[in-house]
């Protein structure tokens, strides 16, 4: 795939498509508002759109790849020397590019593709390992004071929970603790 050539003076444009619309509490919807303000603060232009309709922008950053296949695929196909570069967000990096055709396309049309934590690299086809990086999601230090508590170890389950995340592992996993814990 090519490179973006420099022009001194102008800024980067950047679109990131997020199958989570606006106002969603959902995590691709985070996670590109917090992609778009760090890339901001790198001096890019940083649209969020939750499909390529066809904006003109230097690079294409699409998460999810099945959701997100009809913008990497029009992207690709309107632009094919520009970056594009595909997040593998969860439920498609553990279920959707094994199964899915659409989402098997996107991860080929890919100059580069994202996991968000290292053993992620492990389910991605061994051909395209190499136009892959980690990205460790990250978070914000929340505002105020926290003094963890001395008797407990307390555990927090944030998340869109819903059964294809599995969201009472942390409860099936208490039960094997010891009763004195």
């Given amino acids: ?103 098997q396309q996107s991860l080929e049309m890919a100059s580069r593709l994202v996991v968000l934590q290292p053993l992620g690299m492990e389910e991605l086809p061994e051909h395209l390992r190499g136009r892959a990086r980690v990205i460790v999601q990250s978070a914000e230090k929340p505002q105020g004071v926290f003094t963890p508590r001395k008797d407990a170890f307390e555990v927090c389950v944030l998340g869109h929970l819903r059964p294809v995340k599995d969201p009472f592992r942390t409860a099936l996993a208490a039960r094997l603790l010891p009763g004195s814990s």
Avoid: Q
């Fill in 1 to 103: 795939m090519g490179r973006i050539p420099h022009v001194p003076g102008n800024r980067m444009t950047i679109c990131i498509i997020t199958p989570a619309p606006a106002r969603s509490r959902r995590g691709n919807r985070w996670t590109a508002l917090r992609w778009a303000r760090i890339l901001r603060g790198l001096g890019a232009r940083v649209v969020i759109e939750e499909e390529y309709k066809g904006r003109r922008c230097d690079l294409l950053v699409a998460l999810h790849a099945r959701r997100s296949f009809p913008s990497i695929e029009r992207f690709r196909r309107e632009h094919p020397d520009n970056p594009l570069i595909v997040v593998l967000t969860g439920t498609d990096l553990y279920g959707d590019i094994r199964t899915d055709a659409r989402a």
